[in-house]
Every structure is written in C-alpha cells, then in structure tokens.
C-alpha cells in the first residue's frame, strides 16, 4: 500500500481486501470491554476539515484514538483560514508540529493530491469536492461483504445525484477492482459529461433496475454544489428517483439499502425505506470506524514499518 489514501483507484484487489479484512479484525476490538489498542502510540494525526462532517469526522477521530494515536481537530471555521492564509501555509504549519497524517476533507477536488506534495506523513482523502471519497466506499464494500457475503458478481445501483457525488465515483472505482457490477441510475441532468467511460452501465430508470439488483445506494441531492436547478421540483424527483415503500418491495428478498449520510428523509429515501431491516444507515456509520482504524494501522503502523 502506497504512503497516500488519494483515491479508491490507489488500492488494487489485494490491497482493498487486506483493509477490509483488518477492518474485520479491528471491529473485534469494538467489541471488547476495553476499546483500545496500543499501536499508533506517540503518532499524531490531523483531522484537517474544510468542509462541514459529521461520521467521517467523528469517526477518524474515534478511530485514531482508539490505536492510541494523539489527534488533533482542525477546522477552517474559525482558523487563521478565514485570515486568508492558504492551504499550504496551513498544511507546513501542522507539519511543524509533527503530523503522522492528515485526514484532509477540502471543496476543492485535487486538494489531497496538492498537500500530498507538500508534508512528509500520509495523507488521507475525507473527500474532495465532486472527486473522490475513498474509505467512504472501503465502509460501504465492507458493508456489502458483512451483509451478503461477498463482493465478486453484486449487483449495485448508485442513485441519485451521480454528478456531484465523490461517494458514487469512489464506489464504482472500488467496487471495480472488487469485481461488483455498478449501474448509476439518475435523471440524464445529473450524470457527469464521460460518464460513458466509467466502468458502469448507467439507467433513467429506477423501477427497471430495482428487481435485479442486490444493493441500491441513495445519493442525497447536493444542493451545496448546484448553481441552476436539475430537476423540475423536489417532488418531481422523488416520484421519479426517490426510494419508497412500493418500490423498496420491488428489491428481492435478500438486498439491501444503502446511504452514506447525510440522508434527506423523504426526499431520496422515504422514512419507512430509511428505518427499515434492510436498511444498512446505521451499520455503515460503526463499520466506518474500523475500516478507518484499518486505514491509519495499515497507512502509519502496519505495512510500511
Ligand atoms: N457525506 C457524503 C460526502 O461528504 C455524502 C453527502 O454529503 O451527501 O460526500
Ligand atoms: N458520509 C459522510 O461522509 O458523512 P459526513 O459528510 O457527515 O462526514
């Protein structure tokens, strides 16, 4: 494994399995009385957030702390960010105090990629604007292999709003390398210009999708990153590419729902789908802690050692 988590096309299918497999392992450790490891003793990591979070966040910080790591939260609200001071100057300054990695979530697509040049520790992508979130798809693989038992020939439907979704293009990367087959179903509106190249079918039609897949993941409506309007209205949408009750019956017996969160009740997902026993919300949120526990053991104190 490389010094970087940049992107889920980073790992091949060796490297994804062994970080899911360790994840496997650090969640026995979510089990036991005492939640601790001993391993990332004396390393520092930086939770660098530039952009609102509420489980990655959280959940780097659990997991850094949970291998002994000391961790320190940074966020551009009320940094010397609004002072004007840039990312680089920012990342030599937590540099200068000794950062292992920084766990950076940034608007600007390519942002990791830039500080990756710039400090010596790792550096882990939380996100960067429409481009990628890689330890989002490692949870989300995760999921699908603890709830169904395997990843190789899944059949996965990503829905919603492909074309500002960092979620839906680290999946399709990594659900690829892993051997699932992905079709992005979304109004022609939000798919992004080349998506013809992506390793995925694509569909305007949810209700011809739905009775054969084994996973359907919901995307929220990013209405941070619209300009113009996508869709004619909140309700137009949701009868077309929003998941209800009727149309969750139309799944088979064994599949399961999907969503990274933020979720917008009644919007892309319906309270009844949301709350329901296929629903796997909750389950993604405590299988990201290990699999970011994972990510840093293997990153600052497993494989490069
Ligand atoms: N939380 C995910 C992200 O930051 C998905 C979302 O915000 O809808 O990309
Ligand atoms: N899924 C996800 O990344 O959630 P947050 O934006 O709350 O971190």
Redesign the pocket.
């Known amino acids: 494994m490389s010094r970087h988590l940049l992107s889920a096309a980073d790992l091949d299918a060796d490297e994804a399995t062994a970080v899911l497999d360790t994840a496997a392992e650090m969640a026995n450790v979510a089990g036991r009385e005492v939640k601790k490891l001993p391993t990332l003793r004396g390393r520092t990591v930086v939770n660098l957030f530039y ?1 609102d ?1 509420t ?2 966040r959280i959940s780097f910080e659990a997991a850094a702390k949970r291998l002994s790591a000391d961790v320190i939260n940074f966020s551009a609200k009320g940094s010397s960010v609004a002072k004007g001071e840039s990312l680089k100057d920012t990342a030599l300054t937590l540099q200068a105090m000794g950062a292992d990695a920084v766990v950076i ?1 940034h608007g600007a697509s390519g942002a990791p990629h830039r500080l990756a040049d710039w400090v010596d520790g790792s550096v882990i992508n939380a ?1 960067d604007g429409t481009h990628e ?1 890689p330890t ?1 798809a490692l949870l989300d693989a995760y999921t699908m292999r603890a709830r169904l038992g395997r990843l190789a020939g899944l059949k996965v439907a990503i829905v919603g709003d492909v074309l500002h ?3 839906a293009r680290s999946n399709v990367l990594l659900l690829h390398t892993l051997g699932a087959h992905v079709t992005l179903v979304a109004p022609p509106t939000l798919l992004p210009v080349g998506v013809g190249a992506w390793p995925a079918d694509t569909s305007f039609d949810l209700d011809a999708v739905l009775p054969s897949s084994d996973v359907v993941m919901m ?2 409506v ?1 209405r941070e990153r619209m300009g113009d309007s996508f869709f004619p209205s909140v309700r137009e949408y949701s009868r077309r590419y929003g998941l209800d009750g009727a149309r969750m019956r139309q799944l088979p017996a064994h599949a399961i729902v999907m969503h ?3 979720m917008i009740r009644g919007m892309e997902i319906a309270p009844e789908v949301a709350d329901s026993p296929r629903s796997t919300i909750t389950e993604q949120v405590t299988n990201g802690v290990s699999v970011r526990m994972a990510v840093l053991y293997l990153l600052l104190g497993g494989m490069n050692q």
């Open positions: 952009e979070s489980r990655t979530r996100g979130h989002q979704s960092r979620v995307l929220r990013q990274p969160g933020p």
